[in-house]
C-alpha cells in the first residue's frame, strides 16, 4: 500500500515538473537563439561602425597623399625633396607616355638614392607588367569605387609583400601617371589613433574587446576593458572594407557579456521559478504522504482495534455456543415428553445468533489475517454435502420464520478432503445475504455438483437481484449495495470479500452468475479425492 | 634630358661657390640660434690619384641672450604592461610626475598608457591644471601585454593634435618589455619614426630593465633622430626623464635639413653613422632638433680628385635650413670647404684637423661595434669576440696616436664587450649597454666647448 502511494505520489509529482521543464527549456532554446541571433547583429553593426571610422581615416590619408603629390610636377629634384620630406609617403612615382617610369630616374640608375634603389626593388614587378598603368579606371570595381571619383579619381593599387599589406595610391593626370607609395606603418598609426582606447568603447562593446588583424592572423591593435582568453574564438568577425579587405576586425565578447546577451539571466530566471516550482509541489506531496500515513495508520489501529476485540469475544462466544446447543439438545430430548415449545424456540434463537455472532468474528479475523497473508487451510477428511446440509440446518429457523423455502440438491457425496470450516463460513455468509436482502424471493436454491477433484456449489435466490455495476463490486470489501432494500439491515460488507478470498485459498472461486431473477453465486473449490493428498 | 641641364647648373654653381668660399673665411656661417662649421679632415691633399677625405658638418646651438625658451609639446608613453607592476611603474611615474616640474603652463602635455591596450590617460592640454595631470598619472596601474606599437601611435596622434613647427615636439617612450601587440619589428617602428620625424616629431625611448628590444627602441629613436636610454635600475627613471626635458628645453631649432652639394671632382661615398640620401653630386640629410651649447655633426666620407700642387680645390657647398625657434623663422646657413693640393705627404699629415679625425675613428669604431654585435647575434661568438677585440685594439692605437682619451674609454668599452660575448646573461645587459653607446656615438652630439 505504502510503495504504491509513493510511486502514485512521485508520478504526480515528477510528470508536471518534467514537463514544465522540457517545454520551459524548448521556449529558451528558442529564445536564446534568438538573442543570438539578435546579439551578433548588434555586434556586426558595431563592428561596421568601427570599419566606417577605419574608412574616414584611409580616405583622410588618402586625401594627405593627394596634397602632397600635387601640384603634379615631373621635375626630379622636387619629386625628391617631396619624397624625403613626406611623413605619408616612402616614395613617389611618375610614369610618362607608354608607361615609362621617370622618377624615380630609373635611366639615370648611377644617380639613384639607395632608397629609391630598395624602391624599385619593391615596386619593379608592378611597372613592368603594368599592373597598374594597364587597369582602365572605368573597368575598377572596387566597393568603394565611387568614393574615387570624387578626389581627382586616385585608387589604391594594393599588393602583399614582406608579409603584410602595401597600397600605392595613383592618379592618371593626362599622358602622365603619378603614384605614391604608403608608409604602411605610418597609416596603421594613423588607424590606431582614430580607433577607440581601452575604455572608449560603445556601451554594447564595452565588456569585450575588438581586434584589428592583418592579412596573416597578426593583431595590430586592441580595444576594450576584458582580456579574452589565449586562443579564444571570436564571437564575431567582419572584413575591413577596401583597400584594406585582407583585415579583420574581431570581437570576443567576455563572458559575462555574452552571457547576459545570450540570456544565462533568463536560464537562471527559469531555473529559480521551477526550483520554487518543484519545491511547491513536493511540499504539497509530502502533506498529502503524511495525511495519507496517518489516516492509514489510525485505520489500522482500529483494525487492530476490532481485531483483538473479536479474538477476545470469539472465546467466551464458543462458550455460549456450546452450551447453548448442549441446552437444545437436552431440551429437545425433554421436549419430547413435555412438549414446551416455548422453550425450545427461545433456545433455537440463542443458538441461531451465536452461530451469527460465530459467524461474523470469523470473517472480521479472516479478513485481518487475510490482510497480514496469514490466512491458511486446515483440510479434513469429510464430505461436502454434510457440510452444506448442517449449514442450512442451522439457517432453517431464520428461514421458516422468513417463510424461505429451502431447496438442496445435494451432488457431492462422495469423500473428499477440504477445509470444513472455510465451506461453512462461506456458504454461511452467502446463507446470511439471503437471509437479510433477498428473503422476498422466498426459495433459496442450493446446488452441488462433484467431479474427479472438484466442487462447485450453485447458491441462487429469487431476490431483487444485483445490476451489473453491483455485481461488479460486491466482492469488494467494505463495499455495500445502497438501496431500498438494504437500507436498515446491518453488515460489515466483507463477508463476500472474504468468501472470494477463502475460495481463491481453496483453489478455487466465487463468482457471480448472470440470471434472469435474483442473484447466482457459484462456489467453486478444489477438494482433491481424500487420501490423494 | 633634365641631368645635363643639372650639371650645367653646378658648373656654375662650383665657380660662385668658389667666391662665396673666398668670402666666408674660414667656412662658417651663423644667425643668434646656430652656428655652421665646415671642416676637412686636412686642409692639404696629396696631390696625384683620388684621395679619401672627410668633410665635417657642424651645426651649434647656440644660448640666447635671454631666459626664454621654445614651448613644449610633449607626449610621456608609458608601458605598463604586467612586467612593469611593483617598483618599475611606480618610478616611471614619480619620474614622469617630476619631469612635469620643469615644464611651463603653456607647454603641451598628454600622458598615454599601454598595455594590451591602449589609454590616453591625460589628452594633449596645456599644463595649466598640475594636479590633474598629476592625479592621472598616480592612477596608472600595471598589468597585461605589450601593445608599443599602438601606444606610440595614440601618442603620435596626441602631438599632432598641436603640432606647431615652433614648438618643440616630443615622444617620450618607456618600455621594458617585447612588444607583443601590433608591429613589433625594428624596420616598423623605424619606418614609424622616419615618418613623425618628417613631421618634427622626435621620439625619445627609455629601455627600462634587461628585456627590452634594444634594437627596435634604439631604430625607433634614431629614425626620428630622439634620444635613446638604457636604464637599469628604475631607481634612474627620474634622472633621465629630468635630462630628457633638459634637452626639449634646450631645444634652439629644429627641422634641420642639410644639403651638401659636392663639387665636380669629388665623389659623396657615404655619411658615417646616420641615415643620409647621395644622389649623384648631392647628400641630404636631416636632423630634428639641435640644442643650445651642444654641437652636431655630418660626417662625410668623399673622394677627391686633387689638382696640381698648389691649386685651390672646392669640395662641396653645404646649406643648412632650419626653424629658429626663438625668432619663430625659418633661416637659411651657407658654407663651403676647399682644400688645396700639396706635393708633401708629411705637410697633409701636419695639417690635419685632429677633431675631425677624432671623430672619424669614433664612428668607424661605432661601426665596426655594430658588426661585431651582429655576428654575436647570428651566434657566431668566437668571431664576435674577435672583432670587438680588434675594435678596442683599433680604437686604442689612434687614441695613442690622436691623443683622445674618449676613444681610449671606447677601446675599453669593446674589450670589455669581448669579454662578454661567451655568456649570454652577461651578453644580454652588455648589448643595452653597447646600442646605448653606440647610438650616443651616431648621434654625433657633443658638448659645445666655447672657443
Known amino acids: 500500500m505504502k510503495p504504491k502511494l509513493i510511486a502514485v505520489l512521485a508520478l504526480i509529482v515528477l510528470v508536471p515538473l518534467a514537463v514544465v521543464a522540457w517545454l520551459g527549456a524548448k521556449a529558451m532554446g528558442d529564445e536564446q537563439a534568438m538573442r543570438k541571433l539578435g546579439f551578433h547583429e548588434l555586434m556586426l553593426g558595431q563592428l561596421s561602425a568601427v570599419d566606417a571610422v577605419l574608412a574616414r581615416s584611409v580616405e583622410a590619408y588618402r586625401e594627405r597623399l593627394l596634397n602632397e603629390m600635387q601640384p603634379f610636377t615631373l621635375d626630379v629634384d622636387e619629386l625628391r625633396r617631396r619624397t624625403r620630406n613626406s611623413p605619408y609617403a616612402v616614395q613617389f612615382y611618375v610614369l610618362g607616355p607608354e608607361d615609362r617610369l621617370i622618377y624615380p630616374p630609373v635611366a639615370l640608375a648611377d644617380q639613384l638614392t639607395l632608397d629609391e634603389r630598395q624602391a624599385l626593388e619593391r615596386t619593379q614587378q608592378i611597372w613592368d607588367e ?76 564595452a565588456e569585450g574587446q575588438v581586434r584589428l588583424i592583418d592579412s596573416i592572423g597578426r593583431p595590430l591593435y586592441e580595444w576594450g576593458a576584458a582580456e579574452p582568453e589565449e586562443g579564444a574564438e571570436p564571437d564575431v568577425e567582419t572584413a575591413v572594407g577596401e583597400p584594406l579587405g585582407a583585415w579583420r576586425l574581431e570581437y570576443y565578447a567576455s563572458s559575462s557579456v555574452a552571457g547576459a546577451a545570450l540570456g544565462s539571466g533568463l536560464w537562471w530566471n527559469f531555473s529559480a521559478t521551477w526550483v520554487l516550482l518543484a519545491m511547491g509541489v513536493f511540499a504539497l506531496a509530502l502533506y498529502f504522504y503524511r495525511e495519507q500515513a496517518a489516516e492509514m495508520r489510525e485505520a489500522s489501529q482500529r483494525v487492530s482495534f476490532v481485531n483483538q476485540v473479536s479474538h477476545e469475544l470469539k472465546t467466551p462466544l464458543t462458550n455460549i455456543r456450546m452450551y447453548a446447543e448442549l441446552l437444545e439438545d437436552n431440551i429437545r430430548a ?42 491458511d487451510l486446515h483440510p479434513k477428511p469429510g464430505v461436502v454435502d454434510d457440510v452444506i446440509r448442517r449449514v442450512l440446518d442451522q439457517f432453517e429457523p431464520a428461514f421458516e420464520s422468513k417463510k424461505v423455502r429451502i431447496d438442496f440438491s445435494p451432488g457431492a457425496p462422495d469423500e473428499t478432503s477440504f477445509d470444513p470450516d472455510v465451506l461453512e463460513q462461506i456458504l454461511g455468509n452467502l446463507a446470511s445475504n439471503v437471509e437479510k436482502y433477498a428473503a422476498s424471493g422466498g426459495v433459496l436454491e442450493v446446488a452441488s455438483r462433484q467431479e474427479a477433484d472438484r466442487v462447485q456449489i450453485t447458491v441462487q435466490d429469487r431476490g431483487p437481484g444485483l445490476s451489473a455495476a453491483e455485481g461488479r463490486r460486491v466482492f469488494e470489501p467494505f463495499y455495500r449495495v445502497h438501496n431500498r432494500l438494504t437500507e436498515g439491515v446491518s453488515g460489515t460488507g466483507i463477508g463476500l470479500a472474504i468468501s472470494r478470498e477463502l475460495a481463491r485459498l481453496h483453489g478455487g472461486d466465487l463468482v457471480l452468475l448472470p440470471c434472469e431473477v435474483g442473484a447466482r453465486f457459484q462456489l467453486t473449490m478444489s477438494c482433491p479425492p481424500d487420501g490423494k493428498e | ?135 592621472a598619472i598616480q592612477r596608472i596601474q600595471a598589468s ?61 625611448t627609455i629601455g627600462l630593465g634587461l628585456n627590452y628590444n634594444e634594437d627596435l627602441m634604439t631604430g625607433l629613436a634614431m629614425a626620428s633622430d630622439g634620444n635613446h636610454f638604457f636604464v637599469e635600475d628604475a631607481r634612474d627613471l627620474e634622472s633621465v626623464f629630468a635630462a630628457e626635458f633638459g634637452d626639449a628645453v634646450s631645444v634652439v631649432a629644429q627641422g634641420v635639413r642639410i644639403r651638401v652639394r659636392c663639387a665636380d671632382n669629388v665623389r659623396p661615398i657615404r655619411v658615417l ?55 619663430a623663422q625659418n633661416r637659411t646657413l651657407q658654407s663651403s670647404a676647399t682644400v688645396t693640393a700639396a706635393a708633401n705627404k708629411a705637410a697633409v699629415e701636419r695639417r690635419k684637423n685632429r677633431d675631425v679625425a677624432v671623430e672619424v675613428v669614433r664612428q668607424i669604431g661605432a661601426e665596426q661595434a655594430q658588426a661585431a654585435t651582429i655576428l654575436r647575434d647570428k651566434g657566431k661568438v668566437d668571431e664576435a669576440r674577435i672583432a670587438f677585440e680588434k675594435n678596442s685594439a683599433y680604437l686604442e692605437s689612434n687614441a695613442a696616436v690622436l691623443k683622445d682619451e674618449t676613444l681610449r674609454e671606447e677601446a675599453v668599452s669593446n674589450s670589455r664587450a669581448s669579454q662578454k660575448v661567451d655568456n649570454d646573461a652577461e651578453w644580454q645587459r652588455e648589448r643595452k649597454v653597447q646600442q646605448e653607446a653606440q647610438y650616443k656615438t651616431r648621434q654625433q652630439r657633443i658638448d659645445a666647448s666655447p672657443k
Open chain 1, 130 to 205: 603594368g599592373e597598374i598603368s594597364n587597369r582602365r579606371v572605368d573597368a575598377l570595381d572596387s566597393p568603394r569605387g565611387s568614393e574615387y571619383a570624387s578626389a581627382g579619381d586616385a585608387r589604391w593599387h594594393v599588393w602583399y609583400r614582406d608579409r603584410g599589406l602595401q597600397m600605392i595610391l595613383w592618379v592618371r593626370e593626362g599622358d602622365y601617371l603619378y603614384a605614391a607609395e604608403v608608409n604602411r606603418t605610418r597609416l596603421l598609426a594613423d588607424l590606431i589613433t582614430a580607433l577607440p582606447e581601452t575604455d572608449a568603447l560603445a556601451p554594447e562593446l
Open chain 1, 334 to 375: 425433554r421436549d419430547a415428553v413435555e412438549d414446551n415449545q416455548p422453550l425450545t424456540r427461545y433456545v433455537d434463537v440463542i443458538v441461531f445468533e451465536s452461530q451469527r455472532l460465530s459467524r461474523l468474528i470469523g470473517n472480521v479475523l479472516s479478513f485481518s489475517r487475510g490482510r497480514r497473508d496469514a490466512l
Open chain 2, 1 to 135: 634630358m633634365m641631368f645635363s641641364r643639372r650639371s650645367h647648373f653646378y658648373r656654375l654653381l662650383a665657380g660662385f661657390s668658389v667666391l662665396a668660399c673666398s668670402l666666408v673665411s674660414p667656412a662658417g656661417a651663423a644667425d643668434d640660434s646656430a652656428l655652421l662649421e665646415v671642416e676637412m679632415s686636412s686642409p692639404l691633399v696629396l696631390a696625384g690619384a683620388p684621395r679619401t677625405a672627410y668633410l665635417r658638418i657642424g651645426l651649434r646651438g647656440l644660448r640666447h641672450a635671454t631666459e626664454d625658451r621654445a614651448p613644449l609639446n610633449v607626449a610621456i608613453v608609458l608601458d605598463r604592461s604586467g612586467s612593469m607592476q611593483g617598483e618599475k611603474i611606480d618610478e616611471a611615474k614619480r619620474a614622469a610626475i617630476a619631469a612635469l616640474d620643469r615644464l611651463r603652463p603653456d607647454d603641451i602635455v598628454s600622458v598615454v598608457s599601454y598595455q594590451s591596450t591602449v589609454d590616453v590617460v591625460v589628452p594633449a592640454t596645456k599644463l595649466r591644471d598640475r594636479r590633474t595631470v598629476q592625479d
Open chain 2, 144 to 204: 597585461g601585454k605589450t601593445a608599443l606599437f599602438g601606444g606610440v601611435s595614440k601618442g603620435a596622434g596626441e602631438l599632432e593634435k598641436f603640432l606647431d613647427e615652433n614648438r618643440v615636439n616630443t615622444l617620450l617612450l618607456l618600455s621594458d618589455g617585447l612588444a607583443n601587440v601590433g608591429p613589433s619589428s625594428p624596420g616598423e617602428l623605424r619606418q614609424l619614426g622616419v615618418s613623425l620625424a618628417r613631421q618634427g616629431i622626435s621620439v625619445t
Open chain 2, 273 to 327: 653613422g646616420r641615415d643620409a640620401q647621395i644622389s649623384g653630386q648631392d647628400v641630404y640629410a636631416s636632423m630634428n632638433q639641435l640644442f643650445h651649447d651642444q654641437t652636431r655633426f655630418l660626417m662625410l666620407e668623399v673622394e677627391i680628385s686633387p689638382g696640381a700642387p698648389g691649386r685651390v680645390q672646392q669640395v662641396a657647398d653645404v646649406e643648412v635650413g632650419y626653424r629658429n625657434l626663438m625668432t
